[in-house]
């Protein structure tokens, strides 16, 4: 009657249990098969290349950048190769102990000692993450053969060919060259670095910057089959060439530049200065130089934190480029603008005449010319030739009566005009916009953005870029348009704005647009790119007030009575000059200025100098314009002598 339970009817609740369990055994052996087939079969090709990547190492061959070559052919910026002792960090072992060990090992055999690898590990890699660390560059040949025979004991060690940068006029044009560095973690998703990686080299400043793209070359790679531990083993598989970036050439002349940075050093006697050397027709910078300077090699491998920091933290900021990015009041210089801005608007014409007592009373002050001359009956050629600030002074106030009957500013839209106020457009980073002041601009800041500060002790612009700027506890006045018309008060502009107002005196109008780079060329020296950069505007200057504007500052150099004659009066060449001491203040040295364009009846370029406390225009900066013209022109030893000589005695206004 009973069965044996093994042989009793299966339940309902046991068959469904089964049956789930079956459903999943079958679901996983599904999944396993297609995922199995999706890996053999698929895949297959991937993953057998990430396999075999395992094994192979690919290394990047550095590519050498192009060279930077001044508008004759001359080489001022190359390339050289060193063999570099270098440190991967990554590679290093792990274990702290094992890893001093190996240092040490290293200190015993290498040119350097224990402390100071550690240290430049610890900086470099701060410095540039992920980059190989450079302890020592142009090491000797047998070091290097060492290492090599030896990379099972010196994992994380090498010793390499690596292409640097050379400078063979070391600190000459190093605001214009610049320097390169290893790209930065947040470049490289920048869209001008696609493709680069960690250690790569590309331009940080100057012309190493705009033109990066043009210079930077093509990496190369080399694979290399590894063992399990990373070391190479076998022979090489693969190399992909890297490819040379093309040469740029400069606008630049370096016998131009040389002697621009020589005469500020001269005249300078170690004070910030700056100088401007430039094609008047089409802006081409032939020189331009700042003191004090630099050597641009400090950024060539191994890197130096301490050289960095005191470069950095130096007296008178030797990285920044003061012929682009200063910001001064240009003092007499600028009468050239404001003359040209009296004419255009007929507060006077060329045979109007204001008698300079040499002081008058207005607005609650005296105001006065320089050194408390007295000039007479002048005109604007006269006004010019001697520098009289009682006949701008009285134009300043002609200026001023025009915008309280119209809000027109008379000065300020013809400085604007001429390129003050706003960055020249010049193809080099750092370049400062300047300021023209303005009633609206000084009014307002009055009105809505001045703020106490306890160290200036008045109400000052809030502005982060400068300290105690300018006070504003007052609205503008006619004496801010007196004070403008001499290139004072709150006028800031740049060497290079100066250049390129005289600049358009001299060609005729053109605003030009200042240029460093004239020409890309390939490694084979042809042609690729040019440079000819259209002027930003063209200036309706009628041919009267450009005749009588050349007029006085042709006097100004030339004439008896000139600021500069006793400097230019019977120079070789005749020039047109005007000298500027601008005052910056209580307790600022006055601020040396000259600028010239020559020769005087056909102009080819306008020369600008200026230096931090060197006093009258004619004292300091005057004599290094001359210095530069007198290389530019080529004028050999006698001819100058004899022309320097009969110069002598001929009396000059100081300024």
Known sequence: MFRPEEQRPMTSQFAVRVAVVSGIALVAFTVIFFRLWYVEVLSGEEYRAQAENNRIREFTVQAPRGEILDRNGKVLVENRTALALQVRPDQLPQNTKKQNDLLKDLAKVAPISYAKIKREIKQQNTLLPASPVTLARDVDQELVFFLRERQDEFPGITAKEVTVRKYPKETLAAHLFGFVAEIGEDQLDVPQYEGLNPGDQIGAEGIELTYDSALRGRNGAVQVPVDASGNPRGRQLSEVTPEVGNNLVLTIDAEVQAAGEAALANWGAGKPAAFVVMNV?????????????????????????????????????????????????????????????????????????????????????????????????????????????????????????????????????????????????????????????????????????????????????????????????????????????????????????????????????????????????????????????????????????????????????????????????????????????????????????????????????????????????????????KDILTTYFGFKGKQLEQATESAEGSAGATE
């Open 281 to 625: 027709n089409d802006g081409a910078i032939l020189g331009m130089g700042s003191q004090p300077s630099f050597d641009p090699g400090i950024y060539t491998p191994p890197v130096s934190q301490e050289k960095i920091e005191a470069l950095t933290n130096a007296e008178n900021d030797p990285l920044f480029n003061k012929a682009i990015s200063s910001e001064y009041p240009t003092g007499s210089t600028f009468k050239a603008i404001t003359g040209t801005a009296t004419l255009e608007e007929e507060l006077a014409t060329p045979s109007t005449v204001i008698t300079d007592g040499g002081t008058f009373e207005y607005g609650g002050r005296t105001w006065t010319n320089a050194g408390g001359a007295a000039y007479g009956p002048v005109n604007m050629v006269d006004a010019l030739r001697v520098s009289s600030d009682i006949y701008f002074y009285r134009q300043g106030q002609e200026a001023q009566q025009v915008y309280n009957e119209s809000e027109k500013n008379v000065f300020q839209d013809w400085a604007s005009k001429l390129g003050f106020g706003s960055p020249t457009g010049i193809d080099l980073p750092g370049e400062a916009s300047g300021l023209v002041p303005t009633p609206e601009w000084r009014n307002k800041l009055f009105e809505q953005f001045s703020k106490s500060d306890s160290e200036c002790g008045k109400e000052i612009v809030f502005d982060p870029a400068r300290d105690c700027y300018e006070t504003v506890d007052r609205i503008w006045t006619d004496g801010d348009n007196m004070n403008l018309s001499v290139g004072q008060g709150d006028l800031q502009a740049t060497p290079l704005q100066l250049a390129v107002a005289y600049a358009a005196i001299a060609n005729g109008g053109d605003v030009v647009r200042p240029h460093v780079a004239q020409e890309v060329q390939n490694p084979l020296g042809q042609t690729e790119e040019q440079f000819t950069p259209a002027p930003r505007r063209d200036l309706d200057i009628s041919d009267s007030t450009l005749a009588t504007i050349r007029e006085g500052l042709r006097q100004a150099a030339s004439e008896p009575g000139g600021t500069s004659v006793q400097l230019f009066g019977n120079f070789p060449v005749e020039i047109a000059g005007k000298t500027g001491t601008a005052e910056r203040g209580i307790g600022n040295p006055d601020q040396s200025w000259y600028a010239a364009f020559a020769p005087f009846d056909a102009p080819e370029i306008v020369t600008i100098a200026t230096i931090d406390g060197g006093g009258f225009g004619s004292d300091a900066a005057a004599p290094a314009v």
